[in-house]
């Protein structure tokens, strides 16, 4: 068994998961079947893609504060 998991970040899994829904639904309504499998995977792709950029933006945001917090706490009077 593999122990290893592929985790994604919190944006990641839910806007994979909403744009594989909402995917899902646009499909259906406009190639019955066939369109809501291409849409899910389309949208959810796309979602995923969307939700790794937000992780990453969130933690170079995050990081920065850290970096500059520290930064401030240590200016020697």
């Known amino acids: 068994m593999n122990k290893e ?3 994604g970040g919190f944006f990641e899994n839910i806007l994979m998961l909403l744009g594989g829904i909402s995917g899902a639904i646009f499909g259906y309504n406009h190639g019955e079947f ?3 499998i291409i849409g899910a995977l389309i949208l959810g792709a796309i979602g995923q893609f969307v939700g790794q950029l937000a ?3 969130f933690k170079l945001i995050f990081i920065v504060a850290i970096i ?3 930064n401030t706490i240590r200016i020697p009077v």
């Open 5 to 7: 998991q592929n985790e």
């Open 34 to 36: 066939i369109g809501l």
């Open 55 to 57: 992780d990453t933006i």
């Open 68 to 70: 500059l917090l520290n």
